[in-house]
């Protein structure tokens, strides 16, 4: 009778039957990534968190409680129970656990030897990018490069910051021979690439102001000639700057990671946070927005969040950036050329970035979750101004026709601006202007130690550099708020 | 030449006379019944035999030898359903039970308006706490016997008791196709003793229905229907137009951040009364009617009966939208093919069709919710001019009334709110139903006096699924349908036992010893699912919509699903045994096999023992009018739980975490593991012992009382993982609670002349506690129920019962800035340098620097710790009145009645007592828009109210037609009534109803109580007739 008692999980797939196969394999592989896309069911992702953070934006949306999350972030009153840390945490975490046990299985599994090298060295690139935004978040976290022990769960203890960077750098190394120069756009865009690898890599020696070695990273990423092809990887910034924004140009020249998303995934309200359409386009859509006029923008009504701070608006009023920048409802409404609800805290300036369109609306499911466009994790123009960062500070020559000049000025002429001297202030408003809404200022910030300017929005220099780590991470185990939380880490 | 023949017949125990006995003339067709004072007249020729039968009553014979009044003394038929109790394979006896039963007849259910069988059992028997979720027509109600008995994941499900109809297990979602006319009797099985028969699935308690079978000799055709109506017993005080635009601007000019600005309302008092939202979406007259034929009989090769019956009630809150109607038949019948050889069937099949509000007891989105925050100054219809000409009423997708006009729509900020009348609107004709079919087929044989050998195979087959039409709809800025979209979802489930029992039952001389041996197989959990969704078909309404239009492939959607299968495989064993009634032995082993067990506990093993002892059946007890009858008992017994989910014992990867990758957007499938296996994944085990006693009083009054205690250990507990570990823990037997109660049953009946009186009543203690959780784990909150942006709101931890509310205690108001300067840490930090006068003082609970979620402490528990009812019954002469009324105490309720993320939501007329610098002897705190202290956001004793209530469920009065005049109709019997439900609640409750079951949303952690805009209760006012033809 005890065989009677055998059900088929039919609807269950057993880990030891499965990895056997080239298509199981990468669908592993596929889990880590979904990870790297993971938006939060609340309607939010960590670009709409650092620009909430950071002196460019409001939260907007309907009212004080609207994604509260969000409301919180923007006037620091987050704390280890409410606010943004726990998708941070988790969603890392998640990543690392997925990267953890799909390196456990890629070695031993039955596939053509140099596919598994690359598999495993996007599962280690993954792994470092998710211990990068976890270690700049929380500072002092666990370092876990296996499945945790069920029976040990509790026990985990909080690495120093210096072993995690030490062990993104010792993953990235192993992972930049292994990947490819470029991989097919059509098919395999938004995979990880050595220029990708490398970025990141610059990047995490950046963060701990190992300047030389940071620039060395991001001159292999932006080639010999600032402003020309990069031979090694094909990287160059685009003429037009609007493009970047055009979702059609998925994969270009000047992207070197990109989180795709699709229109095709069919998310819904049941499970907002698994759709792999791009949440911010609908969030950032003006609340209501009707077109009067024919020549009224075709953005699709949205919830109104992320709005400009006027002044932010008053420092892009007059860049070459402005207009793909912000979307200025407060002009087309006064103009009579279209209509829209304010936001809460309106200032009438939107994120044209991110918008969606209707040209662009998904054919099939639920509307608000799945437009497609992607979203730059690394892109060159940050790139160059990052090794512009490390040379700057790294005691470079900076003087005109320097190479750090040279990078600096290539952004610049791309919208037909006129060079500026490389100085610690030019380059932090290049970097706020250039990379407006993309969810690089906050983080800049506090990297530079020139968070005063967040003051006015209840940034406390003592406790706000760092995430409160959530409550649950707490409770019955062995991890230790920051002492900026009053915790003793 | 006829005589006629007068006489009474009374009950031989009591001397109360009997009405409705059935009197008849062997060989002819004359027959009578008695009348309400158990007299009957009938002529009939000399020598003629009269037989007088009643049901649970031995008939008896005599012979018409004059015209002299007949006196017959019916005594008690030990064998006949009155005194006999189900026990699970088979009846027992009442006087030699010796576990811990109550039950339910027939008559106690009779009339009675409910559409769920489980909503009969409330307030009539102790030990279950029964209370509604939904008022929404057929809504199941939470059920719980003796307590919670497990907690964690599932823990609704997990805590359902097992239903065992006519012996076929049913989940507590399916006894929804139960006609309670149909229903004889309803045993609850409460302690190990009892349910243990049921092993490995009985731990939460066992509820066995019967249904009415044929009774040999007569031939009965019964009629009985009500028709009447409902109307909401309650409306909340919400704020009218102007007193909201002044507590808006209250609030407004308190803000931070508008410091300055005009004022939202310029001008409030122009506003009058704006809108009621509440009496837009209720209805004063919703209806409701049951109408059910049912005929029995038999000979003495074959009994049947079967019925037929139609139910049905419109919702009081959104009526359009809220229906809900069933229709049942059934047929159940024996039949003996030789002496000793018995087959039969019990069939229910039943249809129902409803459609329901959406959203029930969620605060998002639902028209109920929408009517209690939505603002009164929006109008339901828009009509002024200059406002049609513009946005957003020029979108082309506004919801418009009959008459063309666009109904109001929400201002920003109202989040996905709607105006409810649209909302109805876009959800008209859409519909659920479902068909099922439940039954048995059996075949008995007694080869020997005493020996029983039985073969059952018994089905539950269910059919289900719904048909949705959402159109073209532009409810707000925020909420909107851009596409149109036609959904149809079919289901099917079949579940099935086979079961095999012998039994034997033989007396020696004074001992009388049953055994029972048997075999059973299950299988449920089977389920197909197909959902097609069609978008953009030329439909505009759900009347025009059909699966005839073929969209192009990119406009449907399909998708699928199916359950997992779950078996159980079980050998059991009982022998009961008496030695004359006095000393009373039963025990039994059950030994349960599942599927869902892991390899290293396959088998689980559930023994009870129980025995009892009647000393007023000693001969020294000394013959008095005071102990009538007594009977002494105790039980201790193992059953266990094995709702723990499917396949938790081995390593499965699951799918759905894809990621598109290439210019063309394809979603690729990725693979990841789920939570690491646990081969030691075991059932939940509860040990119950009960102690109880049986007692008939002063001749009249009858007592039970039992008190048990009940612990249930190896709870399965996924350790709260930490996030870091990146997916879930495996489920493991970690943890243990505890249910102590004391339970009292107390009865009376006396005729005094003409009036008959009768008092039933019940009243249960209970105390959970939970004891034990997983190792170096202090406390749950991931299970427990979570509101708004509040996060958890009620924490698991042991020395407190399950899922108690959880938060900041409320210190009163700060009544000036001198007093949040004083409101100092140890070391002198001020604690709420945010606050202002009129904030909350929140109790620094951890004595540190700050006011944190470290100062969060147990505010009550969302369990009745003590639950009662009662029911008196009256008569005079043909009149008869029943009253029926429970209630329950000791316990809070969560009051989430607003909307805390929308700032310009409406409020309760409670507010405009909010503190004020000239109303500060208050205890509401002060308006602000952003609310720096978060005197509104912070869970504190501020949501929580007092959860006593007491409800007369019901009040009936009823006229049974004198004989004679039935006589002339041609009839049998003829009763009618009229009956009202819900007719007063006592309770301090500020919502709209108090017995709050659990949430059927995922936040409510299995939790009752939790208030966020459930559907209230109706107050019914009904006219009823029972005919007997």
């Known amino acids: 009778c005890k065989k009677y008692l055998d059900v088929n999980p039919q609807d269950r797939i057993l880990t030891s039957n499965y990895y056997k196969t080239q298509t199981e394999v990468f669908s592993g592989l596929v889990s880590i990534y979904d990870s790297f896309g993971y938006q939060y069911s609340g309607l939010y992702d960590k670009v709409a968190i650092m620009d909430v953070a950071s002196d460019d934006h409001w939260a907007g949306g309907g009212g004080p ?425 | 030449q006829d005589i006629t023949v007068k006489g009474t017949v009374t009950d031989q125990k009591n001397g109360i006379p009997i009405p409705g006995v059935t009197v008849k003339a062997l060989g002819s067709s004359k027959g009578t019944l008695t009348d309400v004072s158990g007299n009957f007249v009938i002529a009939v020729p000399q020598g003629t035999k009269l037989t007088f039968s009643q049901l649970g009553m031995v008939s008896q014979t005599v012979t018409v030898s004059s015209s002299a009044a007949i006196r017959i003394a019916l005594s008690e038929d030990s064998k006949a359903l009155g005194e006999v109790v189900v026990v699970g394979y088979g009846t027992q006896k009442k006087s030699v039970v010796t576990g811990a039963i109550s039950g339910v007849k027939a008559a106690d259910l009779e009339n009675q308006p409910v559409n769920r069988i489980e909503q009969a059992l ?137 410091g300055g600005q005009p004022l939202p309302f310029p001008n409030p008092s122009a506003l009058g009364q704006g809108t009621d939202w509440q009496s837009v979406i209720f209805n004063n007259d919703a209806r409701k009617q049951n109408h059910e034929v049912s005929i029995s009989g038999g000979n003495e090769k074959s009994t049947f009966y079967t019925s037929a019956g139609y139910n049905l009630m419109d919702g009081i809150v959104a009526t359009p939208i809220s229906k809900w109607n069933r229709a049942n038949v059934r047929l159940n019948s024996t039949h003996k093919i030789r002496k000793w050889w018995t087959i039969g069937e019990n069939l229910g099949y039943s249809h129902t069709v409803n459609s329901g509000i959406g959203a029930v007891n969620r605060e ?95 089905t539950k087959l269910a059919f289900y699924g719904n048909d949705a039409f959402s159109p073209l709809a532009y409810f707000s800025t925020t909420a909107s349908t851009p596409r149109s979209t036609f959904r149809r979802e079919l289901n099917y489930s079949i579940a099935y036992n086979l079961e095999n029992t012998i039994s034997y039952t033989r007396d020696f001389n004074k001992h009388n010893v049953t055994l029972l041996l048997g075999q059973g197989n299950y299988k449920d959990g089977y389920s197909r699912q197909l959902v097609t969704t069609y978008f953009d078909i030329p439909a505009t309404d759900f009347n025009s919509a059909n699966m005839r239009f073929k969209p192009i492939e990119a406009n449907k959607t399909t998708s699928g699903d199916e359950g997992t299968e779950h078996k159980v495989n079980s050998f059991f064993s009982r022998v009961q045994y008496n030695y004359d009634e006095k000393y009373l032995l039963t025990a039994l082993i059950r030994r349960d096999g599942s599927s869902r067990f892991g390899p290293n506990h396959k088998f689980g093993y559930f023994p009870s023992v129980s025995a009892g002892w009647v000393p007023t059946r000693e001969d020294f007890f000394p013959k008095n009018n005071i102990v009538n009858t007594l009977k002494i008992r105790g039980s201790y017994g193992v059953t266990g739980n094995d709702v723990i989910g499917d396949f938790a014992y081995v390593a499965t990867v699951g799918s759905g975490r894809n990621y598109p990758f290439g210019t063309a957007g394809n979603v690729i499938i990725g693979y990841s593991p789920e939570a690491s296996p646990n081969p030691n994944l075991k059932w939940e085990e509860t040990k119950q012992t009960d102690i109880g006693i049986d007692a008939t009083l002063f001749n009249d009054f009858t007592l039970t009382a039992d008190w048990y205690k009940k612990k249930t250990t190896g709870i399965l507990q996924t350790p709260p993982t930490p996030d870091y570990v990146g997916s879930g823990s495996p489920a493991r037997n970690l943890g243990d609670m505890q249910n102590t109660g004391f339970e009292l049953e107390l009865g009376y009946r006396k005729q005094i002349g003409q009036i008959r009186f009768g008092i039933s009543g019940n009243a249960s203690w209970l105390k959970n506690e939970v004891t034990k959780l997983a190792p170096d784990v202090n406390f749950i909150e991931t299970d427990g129920a979570s509101f708004q942006n509040m996060g958890t709101i009620t924490r698991t931890q042991p020395g407190h019962s399950f899922n108690e509310f959880y938060g900041y205690q409320n210190l009163g108001l700060f009544q000036s800035q001198a007093e949040i300067d004083n409101y100092k840490g140890p070391k002198g930090t001020v604690l709420q340098p945010n606050a202002k006068p009129g904030d909350i003082k929140f109790a620094n609970l951890n004595g540190d620097e700050t006011i944190d979620v470290n100062d969060r402490t147990f505010l009550g528990s969302p369990i009745p710790k003590f639950t009662y009812g009662f029911t008196i019954n009256l008569g005079y002469k043909n009149f008869d009145l029943v009253a029926f009324g429970s209630g329950v105490a000791g316990n809070k309720i969560f009051q989430g009645l607003r909307r805390l993320d929308i700032a310009n939501a409406n409020y309760q007329t409670k507010i405009l007592n909010s503190w004020t610098p000239s109303n500060t002897n208050t205890n509401i705190p ?52 009229v009956l009202t439900e819900n007719l007063f609640t006592i309770t301090k409750y500020s919502g709209y109803d108090p017995e709050l079951g659990v949430g059927p949303d995922a936040g409510s952690g299995g939790a009752f109580s939790i208030d966020r805009g459930a559907y209230p209760q109706a107050r019914t006012f009904l006219i009823g007739i029972n005919v007997g033809f």
């Open chain 1, 65 to 489: 409680g609207d994604i509260n999350d969000l409301q919180v972030m923007e006037t620091y009153k987050l704390n280890s129970q409410s606010g943004p840390s726990t998708y941070l945490w988790s969603k890392g975490y998640q990543g690392i656990f997925r990267a953890n046990f799909f390196l456990s299985k890629v070695t031993d599994a039955p596939i053509d030897a140099g596919l598994k090298s690359r598999f495993a060295a996007e599962a280690k690139t993954l792994r470092a990018i998710f211990y990068f935004d976890l270690v700049r978040f929380f500072k002092n976290i666990p370092l876990l490069l296996q499945e945790v022990d069920p029976a040990k769960v509790n026990d985990v203890v909080q690495a120093l910051p210096a072993e995690v960077y030490a062990q993104m750098e010792k993953d990235l190394s192993e992972a930049i021979p292994a990947l490819p120069a470029t991989v097919p756009a059509a098919t395999e865009g938004g995979r990880i690439t050595k220029g990708a690898a490398q970025a990141l890599l610059g990047k995490v020696y950046l963060w701990q102001k190992k300047f030389d070695k940071a620039a060395e990273q991001f001159a292999l990423v932006n080639g010999p000639t600032p402003g020309q092809v990069n031979p090694a990887n094909g990287y160059k910034l685009l003429n037009n700057y609007a493009d970047l924004w055009n979702v059609n140009n998925k994969f270009n020249s000047e992207s070197i990671l990109e989180i795709v998303k699709t229109t095709s995934s069919n998310g819904g309200w049941s499970n907002a946070g698994a759709s792999d359409g791009n949440l911010l386009n609908i969030i950032t859509g003006p609340r209501g927005y009707q077109p009067i006029k024919p020549d009224a923008p075709d953005y699709y009504p949205g919830y109104g969040f992320l709005s400009f701070t006027k002044e932010f608006f008053a420092v892009i009023h007059y860049d070459p950036r402005n207009a793909p920048t912000v979307a200025n409802l407060d002009s087309l409404r006064k103009n009579g050329i279209a209509n829209y609800s304010d936001s809460y805290n309106n200032t009438g300036y939107m994120l044209e970035k991110f918008i969606g369109r209707q040209k662009n609306k998904p054919a099939t499911g639920q509307t608000e979750l799945n437009f497609g466009q992607d979203i730059y994790e690394i892109r060159l123009a940050d790139t160059y101004l990052l090794e512009v960062d490390a040379l700057l500070n790294g005691g470079a020559a900076v003087g005109a026709g320097s190479r750090a000049y040279q990078l600096l000025n290539a952004v610049r002429a791309r919208v037909g601006l006129n060079p500026v001297a490389v100085t610690m202030d030019n380059l932090v408003l290049e970097r706020r202007l250039e990379l407006a809404g993309e969810g690089h200022r906050w983080l800049d910030l506090v990297r530079w130690g020139r968070t005063s300017v967040l003051a006015y929005k209840g940034f406390d220099a003592t406790k706000n550099t760092v995430f409160p780590i959530p409550q649950k991470e707490l409770n019955n185990t062995k991890i230790e708020q920051n002492k900026e939380w009053g915790g003793t880490k």
């Open chain 2, 122 to 258: 409330q307030g009539r028997t102790s030990g279950l706490t029964i209370a509604a979720t939904s008022g929404q027509p057929g809504s199941a109600s939470t059920v719980r016997l003796r307590g919670v008995t497990s907690f964690g994941e599932n823990s609704n499900n997990k805590n359902n008791p097992l239903w065992v109809v006519d012996g076929v297990v049913i989940d507590n979602g399916g006894i929804g196709y139960l006609n309670q006319s149909d229903i004889e009797s309803i045993e609850v099985l409460k302690d190990a003793a009892a349910a243990a028969i049921y092993g490995a699935r009985s731990a939460s308690g066992v509820i066995l229905v019967t249904t009415k079978k044929g009774k040999e000799g007569t031939l009965t055709i019964n009629y009985s229907g009500y028709y009447g109506t409902q109307a909401p017993a309650k409306k909340l005080d919400l704020l009218n137009a102007s007193q909201y635009a002044d507590v808006i601007n209250r609030a407004f000019a308190a803000g931070l951040k508008n």
């Open chain 2, 364 to 458: 998002f989105g639902g028209p109920l919710s929408s009517a209690i925050n939505l603002s009164p100054t929006m109008p339901i219809v828009e009509t002024n001019p200059a406002l049609l000409g513009q946005l957003p009423y020029t979108n082309a997708n506004v919801v418009r009334d009959a008459n063309g006009n666009p109904y109001g729509i929400p201002a920003s900020g109202f989040q996905e709110m709607t105006n409810p009348l649209a909302y109805i609107q876009t959800r008209l004709g859409n519909y659920n139903w479902d068909h099922n079919i439940v039954g048995n087929a059996f075949v008995e044989l007694e080869p020997l006096k005493g020996l029983r050998i039985r073969s059952t195979i018994g």
């Open chain 2, 926 to 977: 002060r308006l602000a828009v952003d609310d720096p202290n978060e005197n509104y956001k912070k869970f504190s004793s501020l949501y929580l109210e007092n959860g006593d209530f007491f409800r007369l469920r019901t009040l009936q009065i009823g006229y049974t037609l004198p004989k004679a005049t039935v006589e002339k109709l041609k009839l049998q019997k003829l009763r009618i009534y």
